[in-house]
């Protein structure tokens, strides 16, 4: 099982930006796709971003020129840069790992986007 810890969430006002990061506890070069979910209250648990281990990158509609998803492999880090943020976006957001034979969750980072 891979362990992987959240952390940059946080309360911000309509139009600011915030970088969620994701530290796994093995080689990320080692996982086929990374990526985060959200959950806002009283909806279903949607797809964000993920990015493949070759590099690719998918984005929800909802959120495409706003958020950059990334990978440093060197710190077995991946990154969720969030800007123009807006009400719509909160929730909590959780990280995963797919590795094929299984996928792996964080805990979750709330984010609020609020004025």
């Known amino acids: 099982q891979v362990q992987l810890v959240e952390s940059g969430g946080g309360l911000v006002q309509p139009g600011g930006s915030l970088r969620l990061s994701c530290a796994a506890s093995?080689?990320?070069?080692?996982?086929?796709?990374m990526g985060w979910y959200r959950q806002a209250p009283g909806k279903q648990r949607e797809l964000v971003s993920l990015i493949i281990r070759t590099g690719t990158t998918n984005y929800a509609d909802s959120v495409k020129d706003r958020f950059t998803i990334s990978r440093d492999n060197a710190k077995n880090t991946m990154y969720l840069q969030m800007n123009n943020l807006k009400p719509e976006d909160t929730g909590v957001y959780y990280c995963f790992a797919n590795r094929i034979v299984a996928t792996d969750w964080g805990q979750g980072t709330q984010v609020t986007v609020s004025s």
């Open positions: 093995i080689s990320i070069t080692s996982i086929y796709a």
